[in-house]
């Protein structure tokens, strides 16, 4: 098998366990509570395509055929919480609808901002708000 072979399946298997989330336990568990997964709430929402993301999951979808841009907060990674990546990519979502003239539908389920990223997590709040 050739090295790009390996890096191939490499990354269709990174992508599988991101898909996941915060595992296969994490999802039970929300499940248990009663709660959807980011991606359960988005693909419920929109028409059918494919995301990918972590923390946050985002993206551009159409519903009934019209474009939004949708992010939802995953719990099952770390909690939801805010990092200041995941905050860049809930804005860049935001400038993108704007400049589409779309709207924006942003799912929140978080247990706050990310103690270890410090200050710049709590910024991330303001960026995004």
């Known amino acids: ?8 399946k490499d990354l269709v298997a990174k992508r599988e366990l991101a898909r996941l989330g915060g595992g296969q336990k994490a999802i039970d568990k929300q499940h248990a509570r009663g709660k959807y997964t980011a991606r359960e709430r988005i693909e419920m929402l929109v028409d059918k395509e494919q995301y990918l993301g972590d923390g946050v999951v985002a993206g551009s979808a159409t519903i009934d055929g019209r474009l939004v841009y949708v992010y939802a907060q995953d719990f099952t990674v770390n909690g939801g919480s805010l990092s200041e990546t995941m905050a860049q990519k809930m804005c860049k979502i935001m400038d993108m609808a704007m400049q589409n003239g779309a709207p924006v539908i942003g799912m929140n389920d978080s247990g706050g901002a990310r103690i270890e990223a ?11 708000c």
Do not use: D
């Not at 098998?1 to 191939?8: A, G, N």
């Not at 410090?118 to 995004?128: K, M, N, P, Q, T």
């Open 118 to 128: 410090g200050l710049s997590a709590l910024a991330g709040y303001g960026e995004v």
């Open 1 to 8: 098998m050739s090295k790009q072979t390996e890096k191939i």
